[in-house]
């Protein structure tokens, strides 16, 4: 298969966004956003480490506080999205 033939197919259908969709205050609100719901989900599974060591309830609290703030800022990022696609649905 030619290659630039291959890359011909697929350049030619997308198009260029018009504006940009992440801004720097877009950024700093989602970053604020995400280290709140952090400090929130470390203090309520701190509670919950089945252990007496103060090291280990740190260590899996902040490791699972960690992961639910990495499914919060993908679930905040596809509601920017969704709002985005509806606001510019809205105006055609």
């Not at 969709?21 to 929130?40: E, H, M, P």
């Not at 252990?51 to 309830?57: K, L, T, Y």
Request: net charge positive; proline share 3%; aromatic share 10%.
């Amino acid at each position: 298969m030619d290659n630039s033939r291959f890359l011909c197919l697929f350049s030619g259908s997308m198009a260029e966004p018009e504006k940009k969709l992440v801004t720097r205050s877009s950024l700093a609100v989602d970053g604020i956003l995400v280290i709140a719901f952090f400090i929130f989900m470390y203090r309520v599974a701190s509670t919950h480490v089945p252990s007496n060591d103060p090291a280990m309830i740190r260590l899996w609290g902040a490791i699972t506080s960690s992961c639910l703030s990495a499914v919060f800022w993908l679930a905040l990022q596809m509601f920017r999205a969704t709002l985005r696609a509806q606001r510019e649905a809205g105006k055609k």
